[in-house]
């Protein structure tokens, strides 16, 4: 057998999944990759009016009900299709958020335990010093793995996608399933590095979720310091803005906030700056026992006489 019959035995068997063959009276097939899914026209005609109108429509589509999906990726289909179908897949997790050994895709390395760690498998089974900001526990297998940049990368990528399909097919449950995972990752931005902030508002801006948006807005200005003007950190917004997609109102509350809390800074500085010179003024008056504030005694001519 050559390498590359190898390789496609090794793909094929990678997705035998639920809609690797026919199935429950399947009867419509999607082709992604040279790869086939069988689904049933009725249920995608419903999610999708992109898709009830090719089955139903005057196309070669509702005759052969097979349809070939070009330039798409054959796992973003059929994480669509488990999100479109009922009771399919009851837990569904993105595939980006699995562990290496679960989705060897994804750039999501299983932690293994030390000699500290509990024999235990799942939930628990890591040690304190094994577990960091970057661990994250897979859905699937219940064991922890560190979530790498690329691997993050990837997760965005996913997203991104799914919300292009959402737009090119009309599919509610899909605009559904992103929000919330957008809104759940926006409010888990403890430990997160500002440019992966940067990059949730950029998707939140583009998802127009105003709650996600500024949730990563109050995040990004607890941590940046300036508008313009650079510092040791390079923590301003024109820095971690630059050839970013973010959308004007965005900016311009970012801004606003930023503003708001240099000027918060600045005043509470003034104000110290004022108690340091009222300490000093009480210090001198102690030293030469002088009043500043009392007036200076009056001047009387018989003090000349007398002298």
């Known amino acids: 057998m050559s390498m590359k019959e190898v390789s496609q035995e090794q793909d094929m068997l990678s997705y035998e999944g639920l809609f690797s063959k026919p199935w429950q009276d399947s009867d419509a097939v999607l082709i992604v990759e040279e790869k086939e899914l069988h689904v049933h026209s009725k249920i995608l005609s419903i999610a999708s009016p992109y898709f009830e109108k090719m089955f139903n429509g005057n196309f070669k589509e509702s005759q052969s009900k097979r349809v070939t999906l070009k330039g798409k990726s054959f796992d973003l289909i059929e994480q669509m299709l488990k999100i479109i179908y009922p009771n399919v897949d009851a837990e569904f997790e993105f595939n980006t958020k699995l562990c290496d050994s679960c989705y060897p895709e994804a750039n999501n390395k299983k932690i293994q335990s030390c000699e500290d760690c509990t024999l235990a498998e799942g939930l628990n089974s890591l040690c304190a010093k094994c577990v960091n900001p970057g661990t994250e526990l897979c859905p699937k297998c219940k064991n922890y793995f560190f979530k790498s940049e690329e691997g993050r990368s990837q997760h965005f990528e996913c997203l991104r996608n799914l919300s292009k399909l959402r737009d090119e097919y009309i599919i509610s449950s899909l605009e559904r399933i992103v929000d919330a995972e957008v809104l759940s990752m926006s409010k888990s ?119």
Request: neutral net charge; contains cysteine; glycine residues 6%.
């Open 189 to 307: 931005l403890a430990g997160c590095t500002i440019e992966y902030t940067m990059e949730l508002l950029e998707l939140a801006d583009h998802l127009q979720h105003q709650e996600s948006a500024d949730l990563c807005i109050q995040n990004l200005t607890s941590r940046l310091s300036s508008y313009g003007t650079c510092t040791d950190d390079g923590g301003n917004i024109r820095n971690v803005t630059f050839e970013k997609n973010i959308s004007p109102k965005s900016k311009n509350k970012l801004k606003g906030l930023i503003m708001k809390k240099r000027f918060e800074q600045v005043e509470k500085e003034i104000e110290l700056l004022e108690q340091k010179g009222d300490q000093s003024k009480t210090t001198t008056q102690k030293s030469f026992g002088i009043s500043f504030g009392s007036p200076a005694p009056a001047f009387h001519s018989s003090e000349i006489n007398h002298r």
